[in-house]
């Protein structure tokens, strides 16, 4: 029933944008917090970027900070991740992640399947 549904992944070359989408289900959107998070092999998964469905606050890993954007679509259910000026070091599979609005992203209970990104040199 709950599911998260990331999309917009694909190969991209340094420099260039994308925009990830995060299409919820099956659970009251506006009681949670939605993340993005990233995973390369080998490497631990890192947090990008939050926002609180309900008041947008947002959260930014410096990593990213200034590069990438995150916003929601309430009417939609849907979280997005603008990515600009991507670098190599940003190459990944993105998750998207739900969790109880207090908890700030630090707690999720549903994860979508994971969208690659690619950045080349």
């Known amino acids: 029933e709950v599911q998260l549904v990331e999309s917009g992944g694909g190969l991209v070359q340094a420099g260039g944008s994308l925009r990830l989408s995060c299409a919820a289900s099956?659970?009251?959107?506006?009681?949670?917090?939605i993340g993005w998070f990233r995973q390369a092999p080998g490497k631990e998964r890192e947090g990008v970027s939050c926002?609180?469905?309900?008041?947008?606050?947002?959260y930014y890993a410096d990593s990213v900070k200034g590069r990438f954007t995150i916003s929601s679509d309430n009417a939609k259910n849907t979280v997005y991740l603008q990515m600009n000026s991507l670098k190599p070091e940003d190459t990944a599979v993105y998750y998207c992640?739900?969790?109880?609005?207090?908890?700030?992203?630090?707690?999720?209970?549903?994860w979508g399947q994971g969208t690659q990104v690619t950045v080349s040199s």
């Open positions: 992640a739900a969790g109880p609005v207090g908890w700030y992203c630090l707690a999720n209970d549903y």
């Open positions: 099956g659970f009251t959107f506006d009681d949670y917090a």
């Open positions: 926002i609180s469905s309900s008041d947008g606050s947002t």
